[in-house]
């Protein structure tokens, strides 16, 4: 059963003529990765999007494709080769201190930033929402009421429960706070695990069931994204309710479609190119979501997902 919605943004889609592209002379794109590698699905949902808008790799488009690896060391020196490569506009899919890299870095080439977990404005690299100013726009993904409405449907899917554990990290303080904020609202209990070097699943799950937590909220950020498959593999282990933004093997997945995130990031890129000046393009937010049930980790665990949220689910993996 799949039930899908379209992805809609809060200040609209920026449209872009196919074709165009064919006549303008080659084009130089950055993309500089916190964590994912080119071959993950919402990267190719950017280089298809750009294909579709007319530009081709190795015919009018070069892609310089850099990836961290979640190593943050390697942030400031990939931020400097990109620049050093002359880019026409560089994309920024990650943490708050990969964009700090750049803008230390590359400026005053275009940047497009997928924001994961951070304010732009509040943060300083832009001057508003609608018209960001100096050489950063892009998409923010940071939404505080998204952990808390993670922590209410986890509560939903087992309603019996009272206590619930937080995996969380450096990178997600404010995401923490959300979820405190909403678990007194519910009445429900937290047990606050921060998820740090030697970055042990199994042990992490362990000490959450030693606590008696039902389930576990996985707080988003580049790191738990990154080790998403490691942590559905703990949770089936010690048969743990788990929620996170991105799907994979874990049972419940609310948060934004990645892949129509970075297709979008694709036309912010086409607009550029084509001349926009990146502070006049407005930094743009999801507003849709979308909840994802794999009822094949449900019955490995033996959580049993209430009729409600399945007709609710934009999808099912069975």
């Known amino acids: 059963m799949t039930v899908r919605r379209e992805f809609l943004f809060a200040l609209g889609a920026l449209a ?40 081709i790799e190795g015919r009018n488009l070069t892609v310089e494709f850099r990836t961290a690896a979640a190593d943050e060391r390697r942030f400031a ?8 490569l002359r880019c026409d506009v560089i994309v920024a899919g990650g943490p708050e201190a990969l964009l700090a890299a750049l803008k230390v870095a590359a400026s005053p080439i275009p940047i497009v930033a997928v924001a994961l977990n951070y304010d732009p404005v509040r943060r300083g690299y832009a001057a508003s929402l609608a018209r960001p100013g100096g050489n950063i726009t892009g998409i923010s993904l940071l939404a505080l009421d998204v ?24 990178h997600t303080f404010d995401q923490r706070r959300s979820v405190e904020d909403a678990a007194r609202k519910l009445g429900l209990e937290l047990v606050l695990i921060e998820n740090r070097p030697p970055y042990d699943y199994d042990a992490i799950f ?74 006049e393009l407005p930094i743009e937010q999801p507003t849709a979501f979308e909840l994802v049930i794999n009822l094949k980790t449900a019955k490995a665990i033996g959580v049993v997902i209430p009729k409600s949220m399945l007709l609710r689910a934009d999808r099912l993996i069975e």
Request: hydrophobic share 50%.
């Open 16 to 55: 872009a003529a196919p074709g165009f592209a064919q006549s303008v002379k080659q084009a130089r794109v950055g993309v500089l990765s916190g964590n994912s590698p080119r071959s993950v699905s919402f990267y190719l949902a950017f280089d298809r999007r750009l294909r579709e808008l007319g530009w």
């Open 77 to 84: 020196p990939l931020a400097a080769e990109l620049a050093g």
């Open 147 to 170: 952990e808390a409405k993670r922590l209410d449907l986890l509560h939903e899917a087992l309603p019996g429960a009272r206590k619930f554990a937080v995996l969380w990290d450096e």
């Open 206 to 279: 362990a000490q959450a069931r030693k606590t008696g937590a039902a389930g576990v909220l996985a707080v988003g950020s580049p790191r738990a994204n990154r080790d998403r498959k490691l942590v559905a593999a703990a949770a089936i282990k010690h048969r743990m309710l788990v929620i996170s933004p991105l799907p994979a093997e874990q049972l419940l997945a609310f948060g934004p479609n990645f892949n129509k995130v970075f297709a979008h990031a694709a036309e912010y890129v086409d607009r550029i190119l084509k001349g926009a000046k990146p502070g």
